[in-house]
């Protein structure tokens, strides 16, 4: 005879799925006393089994949810309903509420009779509380947001952001006027559209290729990039463009960030200004040549003293000097203004070096300073020679003026087959991060400069840059305070 495996009884199946249950479950009586509980309910309101037989669904729901419970429940038992489910809160057993999502289903007799609830609970404390935080986190992204946008639209700077595709990401309100007077038939919304922008002398439109967008979204990062916008030369504006590449953790550019600010009365200004030194310039240069002139015959003649021959010399060197300043002037002038600055032909720049340093002498001696160099015997490139020597007379000025007597300023010469360079170091008292900063600033006269109370006009470096630049060079000076300066500069053969 086979024995046959006994299935569980109904009762059984429904005691096991009940006690195992990961979700709060109960039977409970229609008059609300809990008939049982499982594990998972006990657990979740922090009741044991016992205790949890002596309460009631009313002894555990939060007072404010009772009466929408108690509503669902007579519903219930008047067979309007047959189950439910809400979410509403329970108190456990140490004083803390606990957040439930409730499913209620009433069991009845065949006859009709309610027996009892079937009540699942699933706790949902940790979901709503995270639900909270993802609230309450929103609201503060959207605060930090309004306040970011008007203080966006609120500055007095045009601001872009573009994604790594050169897309518009967002700009304000500033950059929207710019964007009107250089795209008046509207704009495309990426980078690459050219329109009524011109370079920093408003002659020439720029390229695709030079516009600070096309620039930015390849990775380039600039300050003070300046253009004029605007199809009307009269209602141009000048801007000055700055870019900062947008990266992720990884250093992947993801896009660009520019700021557009308006320095159109800025610029106008520095017009203004340079139209007057160039025109007082040129008043100054027709009298002092003539005096010049008149202080040589003068010096020349047989019929003066000695008393009168040497003020005579002072006079002619003070005017001398003078000259060197209006020369300095209309120099500067000239090369804002896009002027060719230099006519290159092969020169030997040890000559002109050599030259500079017998020029130099009579300073050096009467500062106590002593002139040395490191000169090859011959170094032939094509340079504009009087600007190179224009360069090295600068430099040497400059090294001078600022080293104490019984210093040294040392002139280096030398050359490689594509490149030249000229080395003037001093063991002066040097300058600081923030004078050296700005030694190239036009008219910029640094503490030393004042403290010593050195004369100058503060272009002598400025002028020696220009120079440089226009052969294709580069020029750089290092200092430190109580050390010296070195300034290099290389020249392309």
């Not at 067979?79 to 809400?86: A, D, K, L």
């Not at 979410?87 to 009892?116: C, F």
């Not at 500055?155 to 309100?173: C, P």
């Not at 002038?333 to 000559?351: E, K, L, W």
């Amino acid at each position: 005879m086979t024995q046959q495996t006994r299935l569980p009884e109904t009762d059984d199946l429904w005691r096991l799925t009940v006690e195992h249950s990961p979700v709060g479950m109960a039977l409970v009586s229609p008059e609300g006393d809990f008939l049982t509980a499982n594990v998972a309910l006990c657990d979740m309101l922090g009741y044991d089994a016992d205790t949890m037989a002596t309460l009631t669904f009313q002894d555990i729901t939060h007072p404010d949810d009772l009466a929408s419970d108690l509503r669902l429940v007579d519903q219930a038992l008047a067979g309007e309903i047959t189950s439910y489910r809400i979410t509403k809160r329970y108190l456990r057993a140490d004083g803390s509420v606990l957040i439930g999502d409730l499913s209620v289903a009433l069991l009845r007799a065949p006859d009709g009779a309610p027996i009892h609830f079937i009540s699942q609970i699933a706790d949902l404390t940790e979901r709503h509380a995270f639900v909270e935080r993802l609230d309450a986190a929103e609201a503060a992204v959207e605060s930090e947001q309004r306040k970011a946008e008007a203080v966006f639209d609120t500055v007095a700077v045009g601001l872009l952001l573009l994604d790594a595709d050169g897309a518009y990401q967002g700009y304000n309100s500033r950059h929207q006027d710019f964007m009107d007077l250089a795209f008046p038939d509207g704009h495309l919304g990426r980078v690459g559209q050219t329109g009524h922008l011109f370079d920093a002398e408003h002659g020439r439109p720029l390229t695709a290729e030079e516009m600070p967008t096309t620039r930015a979204v390849a990775g380039e990062e600039f300050d003070d990039f300046r253009l004029w916008v605007g199809a009307d030369s009269e209602r141009r504006r000048a801007l000055s463009v700055s870019a900062r590449s947008v990266r992720d953790r990884f250093g992947t550019l993801t896009g660009a960030a520019l700021a557009y600010q308006d320095v159109t009365e800025l610029m106008r200004a520095i017009k203004v200004k340079d139209d007057f030194v160039a025109s007082v310039s040129h008043e100054l240069r027709t009298p002092l040549t003539s005096a010049m002139a008149y202080l040589e015959l003068i010096e020349d003649s047989t019929n003066i003293g000695p008393d009168v021959r040497q003020q005579v010399a002072a006079a002619r060197r003070n005017i001398l000097r003078l000259s060197h300043l209006v020369a300095d002037l209309l120099f500067s002038t000239r090369a804002t203004s896009g002027s060719t600055i230099i006519d290159p032909y092969r020169v030997d720049v040890v000559t002109l070096v050599s030259e500079a340093l017998e020029s130099a002498a009579v300073d050096a001696a009467g500062a106590g300073v002593a002139l040395e160099a490191d000169l090859p015997d011959s170094l032939v490139a094509v340079a504009d020679g009087m600007r190179l020597r224009q360069v090295v007379d600068n430099l040497l000025a400059n090294a001078i003026a600022y080293t104490a007597r019984d210093g040294r300023v040392t002139v280096t010469l030398g050359a490689s087959e594509r490149h030249l360079e000229i080395t003037v170091a001093d063991t002066g008292e040097g300058m600081d991060e923030e004078d050296l900063r700005d030694v190239f600033v036009r008219f910029h006269r640094g503490e030393n400069a004042r403290r010593r109370q050195v004369p100058g006009t503060g272009l002598g470096l400025t002028i020696v840059r220009t120079i440089v630049e226009a052969h294709g060079g580069k020029v750089s000076v290092d200092s430190a305070l109580g050390v010296g300066t070195t300034v290099r500069v290389l020249l392309p053969r």
